[in-house]
């Protein structure tokens, strides 16, 4: 269904892109896609779509905080003065 409506999508784009058919054209093919654009399944995707890309983000900052956690860890654990393994092959 998604692939479906992506492809839907992909091809409205091209086709608006790629018109000669004139203005009138172009207006009508504009009425159509804010229409689509406000129907109850494009709303559900929609929101479905920004509650995914919420959580992906959400994951991404755990794991960007852990990494960082983790590091301060090594650091700290590494630290008073000691060379880094970096410090000693210069």
Same mark, same amino acid.
């Given at each position: 269904?998604?692939?479906?409506?992506? $492809?839907?999508?992909? /091809?409205?784009?091209?086709? =608006? $892109?790629?018109? +000669?058919?004139?203005?009138? +054209?172009?207006?009508?093919?504009?009425?159509?896609? #804010? !229409? =689509? &654009? +406000?129907?109850?399944?494009?709303? #559900? /995707?929609?929101?479905? =779509? @920004?509650? $995914?890309?919420? +959580?992906?983000?959400? @994951?991404?900052?755990?794991?960007?905080? @852990?990494? =960082?956690?983790? /590091? !301060?860890?090594? /650091?700290? !654990?590494?630290?008073?003065?000691?060379?880094?393994?970096?410090?000693? !092959? &210069?």
């Amino acid at each position: 269904m998604k692939f479906r409506f992506g $492809l839907i999508i992909g /091809l409205a784009i091209g086709y =608006v $892109l790629g018109t +000669r058919a004139g203005y009138e +054209r172009y207006q009508q093919i504009q009425s159509s896609w #804010r !229409s =689509v &654009r +406000r129907s109850d399944p494009a709303q #559900r /995707l929609g929101s479905e =779509v @920004r509650d $995914l890309a919420d +959580r992906a983000g959400s @994951r991404i900052e755990q794991k960007a905080s @852990r990494g =960082v956690d983790q /590091l !301060s860890d090594q /650091l700290r !654990s590494d630290g008073g003065g000691s060379t880094s393994e970096m410090d000693r !092959s &210069r």
